[in-house]
């Protein structure tokens, strides 16, 4: 994979130059699968409702929503920049979400090809590792590294984003043994991406989607978020305290922030998926609130938030 990947000229790119700054409060919302969606009534209903940010998966262990020499393009527009001219339109800020190992919506074919080149990770009996819907990369692969790093370089390059997330930065909890090789990796990786950050857009914030409880996270996870806060590797978390019930959730946030020990914001991530009402989505960004995190993230933006949450929720 080559160092440097070509960029388009996107006449809108900002100069060098602060980002804007995280809003008082972070009123944010992941999207997972950005294609085909009506951009201009995405922004218009989340503003209507109160939203400030978005997390957009930009690509992923093996597919870009977005034109790209690295990775097989699965999205039939650009998504990212109709994605990201609504926002502007609106006054929301968008980051640019990746999702590292995993191979979230990667082409059959394109999963097979990494497979005969040993390039995925692989169970005890020999097939291929699934943990979700698709495959994972394995992190020691040092072309694996090179074309996540290629990847997100390009999209840093062509798209005006106001910040970058990294997510499944780990190992799937069926991995086998973790050891502090593929600990340190992980962590080698964050470390690598902040500096390539600096490089091109210095300016601009770089957040984790982290599991929830650190002790699963780094010992059957290799994720070690509370080392990447307090080395300064990360601007911010945002953990996935994904519960039904909000006493759980305000648990969790308690002790990741008690873990922190304040050298990043924390943002609390809320499991709308999980929730039948507006009502109860209500309830855990009370607990947020309550344990003053300067925030929240709602997973996720779907048709079925969209019926079911959406239409009840005011900030």
């Not at 218009?44 to 992923?60: P, S, W, Y």
């Not at 902040?194 to 914030?205: S, T, V």
């Not at 304040?262 to 855990?284: E, H």
Request: charged share 20%; hydrophobic share 40%.
């Amino acid at each position: 994979m080559p160092d440097s990947v070509p960029a388009r000229t996107v006449p809108s790119m900002p100069p060098p130059g602060p980002a804007r700054p995280v809003v008082a409060e972070m009123r944010g919302i992941w999207i997972s699968d950005p294609r085909n969606l009506n951009w201009p009534r995405v922004m218009e209903e989340l503003r209507g409702a109160g939203f400030n940010t978005l997390f957009v998966n930009f690509n992923t262990g093996g597919a870009a929503f977005h034109p790209s020499v690295v990775l097989p393009n699965i999205a039939t527009r650009d998504e990212m920049r109709l994605c990201l001219d609504a926002a502007r339109g609106a006054g929301i800020q968008v980051h640019a979400k990746f999702i590292v190992w995993y191979m979230f919506r990667s082409p059959p074919a394109y999963q097979k090809r990494l497979a005969r080149e040993k390039r995925l990770l692989f169970a005890p009996n020999g097939g291929v590792l699934v943990q979700g819907e698709a495959p994972w990369l394995n992190p020691m692969h040092k072309i694996n590294r090179e074309e996540r790093m290629a990847a997100i370089r390009e999209a840093l390059l062509n798209y005006a984003v106001d910040g970058v997330q990294l997510d499944y930065i780990r190992y799937p909890d069926n991995a086998g043994r973790i050891t502090s090789g593929r600990i340190d990796l992980n962590t080698r990786f964050v470390a690598d991406v902040r500096a390539e950050m600096k490089r091109i857009r210095p300016h601009l914030p770089l957040s984790v989607s982290n599991f929830y409880d650190y002790g699963r996270a780094r010992n059957e996870m290799g994720q070690d978020w509370v080392t990447w806060a307090h080395r300064g590797y990360v601007d911010f978390l945002c953990p996935m305290n994904y519960s039904r019930d909000p006493a759980l959730v305000e648990k969790w946030l308690l002790d990741q922030q008690r873990l922190v020990k304040g050298r990043v914001p924390i943002y609390c991530g809320l499991g709308a998926y999980m929730l039948a009402s507006p009502q109860q989505l209500s309830s855990q960004i009370t607990v947020a609130r309550r344990a003053k995190a300067p925030g929240f993230v709602v997973f996720a933006y779907n048709e079925q938030f969209r019926q079911q949450i959406l239409p009840g929720i005011r900030f």
